[in-house]
């Protein structure tokens, strides 16, 4: 199996870690001078790597959470016959996977946006996920209707040929 990486992945890769480091350092910078009092201290009052390590953390849960998301609109997608609902569709896909998490600068640190964002990710989910099964469950009782309407006909029918009906 071979896997391709197309040249626009690395740049939205190289974008992505510019956010997160922008992210990182704004908190950084907003929660120092509340931590640190007092100006003699030479080492850092805030742990870098540690608030690096929760933003790709929130990160990557926020990636999956909004994959699953598309991967239920695709299954929705797929379920679809009409072509105007499968061009929405198709926009809301691409909105979806084009989204970012709303970030609370007013707030202390951004995990807290993050949870928010994927809580959201995941009540969507359970939206589609409902309205695909509710769907598919009409579309089986319409079915089984018709099936049953045909198989009565059908005996019907098989009746009248062999002279069984008058």
């Known amino acids: ?3 391709i990486l197309y040249d626009a992945v690395f740049a939205d890769m ?3 870690e510019t956010e ?3 992210m990182c350092s704004f908190y950084i910078t907003k ?25 790709l953390e929130c990160e990557e849960e926020f990636q ?8 239920v609109m695709l299954e929705c997608y797929e ?16 909105d979806e996977t084009a989204k970012r998490p709303r970030i609370n600068l007013s707030g202390n640190h951004f995990i807290g946006s993050y949870k ?6 995941k009540e969507k989910q359970k939206l589609f996920r409902a309205c695909i099964d509710m769907l598919i469950k009409e579309e089986y009782s319409a079915n089984s ?8 006909t059908y005996r019907l029918l098989q009746d009248q040929m062999e002279n069984k009906w008058s």
Not at 64 to 71: A, D, N, R, T
Not at 79 to 94: G, N
Not at 116 to 121: D, I
């Open 20 to 22: 997160l480091l922008k």
């Open 79 to 94: 379920h679809t016959s009409d072509s105007l609902e499968q061009s929405r569709l198709i926009q809301m896909i691409v």
């Open 31 to 55: 929660i120092e001078p509340v931590v640190d009092t007092d100006s003699r201290n030479l080492y850092p009052a805030v742990d870098r790597l540690k608030m690096l390590s929760d933003s």
């Open 14 to 16: 190289r974008a992505l």
């Open 1 to 3: 199996m071979v896997h």
């Open 145 to 152: 209707k018709i099936r049953e309407y045909l198989e009565k």
């Open 64 to 71: 999956q959470e909004k994959l699953s998301l598309v991967m």
């Open 116 to 121: 928010a964002e994927v809580a959201c990710l």
